[in-house]
């Protein structure tokens, strides 16, 4: 199966150049049940191929790999999260407004920076959940904090949280690797199911629609291949979701008062964290990117 991933990775490389052409290689061939296929013709071709295998294919969560959970914690791009992501996302939660305490659920917790953050900030506990053994390790070693746990989830479920028992939600960047609609809906309906009425459930993710050119766009679903560990060359492969399907899984899953917010450099200037503001002029940086904040209230 691992060599089955890897092929679909590279014939994703293979092809990215080409799509503003929107020709193919004709020989292109990969792996997949242990057959080969080949590909030719236009891109469209590759593209619908790429729909089904993802369908059919199940990608293992590349975040279980110890080495790409270490990369990951060490990029440095990150930095673009904490100016354009997650004090949107901290402000989206609306913590701070008066209400019953309760624990905030953090799903795809990843290495634990930003749970720990909400707990500090709001002076909350917050049950944060991975389904990375490797990443888990890294947040317990690296974010241990006396008002986080940190639980390791199987497949969709989470069967540890009480039903409405959480006063918040949110997930960062862990959309974007759910391999189909369904896939999400039952994530979502299953956090859903956590929150206590009336509780914002928050989603960040990139808004690569804005990232990307008309003609670089794949279709909803299709595999994208994501670089990332500061010039290493490593990448993942992530599926391309338009924030508005985003919109439509919150809405199908019943939640009110669905909100997109994109951060702007602007906005940022209020609610970032000064040192990181003035760090660098980042109205002039390279890697500039955009970014989506969804929210919704449990009905
Ligand atoms: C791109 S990382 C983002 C981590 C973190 N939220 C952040 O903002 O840095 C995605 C994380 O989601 C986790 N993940 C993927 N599928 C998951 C699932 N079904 N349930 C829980 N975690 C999952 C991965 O292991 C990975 O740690």
Not at 25 to 48: C, K, Q, W, Y
Not at 160 to 187: I, K, T, W
Not at 218 to 237: K, S
Not at 253 to 267: C, K, N, Q, S
């Amino acid at each position: 199966m691992t060599r089955t991933i890897s092929s679909i990775i590279r014939m994703d490389c293979t092809t990215k150049g080409s799509a503003a052409d929107s020709t193919l290689r004709s020989d292109a061939a990969f792996t997949v049940f242990g057959g080969t296929f080949t590909v030719s013709g236009r891109l469209h071709t590759l593209i619908s191929v790429r729909t089904c295998l993802s369908e059919a294919v199940k990608i293992a969560n590349p975040f279980e790999d110890p080495e790409i959970a270490a990369a990951f914690t060490a990029w440095s791009s990150r930095d673009w999260n904490w100016l354009l992501g997650y004090p949107f996302l901290f402000r989206a939660l609306d913590l701070g407004a008066e209400g019953e305490p309760g624990p905030v659920l953090d799903v795809g917790c990843g290495h634990g920076d930003v749970a720990a953050e909400v707990a500090r900030r709001f002076a909350t506990p917050v049950v944060a959940v991975d389904s990375s053994a490797a990443m888990l390790e890294i947040a317990r070693r690296d974010h241990p904090h006396p008002a986080v746990t940190y639980h390791q989830a199987e497949g969709h479920r989470l069967n540890f949280v009480e039903a409405g028992s959480m006063r918040a939600a949110y997930c960062a960047f862990l959309l974007v690797g759910m391999p189909s609609r369904e896939a999400m809906r039952d994530l979502v309906a299953e956090i859903a199911r956590t929150l206590r009425p009336g509780a914002r459930f928050v989603i960040l993710d990139r808004d690569r629609e804005i990232d990307l050119l008309p003609t670089q766009r794949p279709r909803e679903g299709d595999l994208v291949t994501f670089p990332f560990g500061d010039g290493t060359g490593r990448e993942i492969t992530t599926h391309y979701w338009p924030i508005s399907t985003y919109a439509e899984i919150l809405a199908e899953a019943g939640f009110g008062d669905v909100r997109i917010e994109r951060p702007t450099l602007e906005a940022a200037a209020e609610l970032a964290d000064p040192a990181l503001l003035a760090s660098r002029d980042w109205s002039t940086a390279t890697g500039s990117r955009a970014y989506a904040i969804l929210s919704g209230t449990r009905r």
